[in-house]
């Protein structure tokens, strides 16, 4: 089996790049019925989701905008609770459209319901949520709707396609898990 070092921690391979790629393609398919002739906004959170996100609209045939947000609670390899938004959006571009959250793994929920309500502010058409990873065991988001998902996982901490450990992995491919 594949694996990778990052730092102090190994990594196995969980999903490879050619099933990423599958169903990316398939989210993207359902965006495209679900948004037809209607103005979107794919708001990507940073840094995970930008792997992902530029996947994503390469794939939509829709009429898209691309738009960014850096928001994160995560410190090591654990959520900390404490929401850090270091970029903001601008509320006025999102006025009106259909915003398409494009994230890269809902965790417990805490961070994505609280940009959810920040977003809610901006009065959008409405809000969608695109994850490709989602752990539903850790999922408290009582509030919270994913409405496209790539993969449910297990309660392990991923790296690679965008996302990192203290910053390393973001280049891979594929989707690696700690062993």
Same mark, same amino acid.
């Given at each position: 089996?594949k694996?990778i070092?990052l730092?102090d921690k190994e990594?196995?391979l969980f999903i490879?790049s050619?099933?990423?790629r599958?169903?990316v393609?398939r989210?993207?398919?359902?965006?495209?019925?679900d948004?037809?002739g209607?103005?979107?906004?794919?708001?990507? +959170?940073?840094?995970?989701? /930008?792997?992902?996100? $530029?996947d994503?609209?390469r794939k939509l045939?829709? !009429?898209?905008?691309i &738009?960014?947000v850096?928001?994160?609670s995560y410190q090591?390899?654990?959520s900390?609770?404490?929401?850090?938004?270091?970029?903001?959006?601008d509320?006025?571009?999102l006025?009106?459209k259909?915003?398409?959250?494009?994230?890269d793994?809902?965790?417990?929920?805490?961070?994505?319901?609280?940009l +959810?309500?920040?977003?809610? /502010?901006a009065r959008? $058409?409405s809000?969608?949520?695109?994850t490709?990873l !989602?752990k539903?065991? &850790?999922?408290t988001?009582?509030?919270?709707?994913?409405?496209?998902?790539?993969?449910?996982i297990?309660n392990c901490?991923v790296?690679?396609y965008?996302?990192?450990?203290?910053?390393?992995g973001?280049?891979?491919?594929d989707i690696?898990?700690?062993?």
């Open positions: 089996m694996k070092n730092s990594f196995s490879p050619s099933d990423i599958l169903t393609k989210m993207a398919e359902r965006i495209n019925v948004y037809a209607k103005e979107v906004v794919l708001l990507v +959170v940073m840094n995970g989701a /930008m792997i992902f996100a $530029s994503l609209i045939k829709i !009429s898209a905008r &738009s960014c850096k928001i994160s090591g390899m654990h900390s609770g404490n929401i850090s938004q270091e970029i903001e959006f509320r006025e571009a006025r009106g259909h915003v398409i959250v494009a994230e793994i809902v965790d417990s929920g805490v961070t994505m319901e609280y +959810v309500r920040e977003l809610k /502010m959008p $058409s809000i969608a949520i695109a490709l !989602s539903p065991l &850790s999922f988001g009582q509030s919270l709707k994913l409405h496209y998902v790539g993969y449910e297990p901490f790296v690679g965008g996302m990192d450990y203290n910053g390393l973001r280049q891979y491919e690696y898990k700690t062993t």
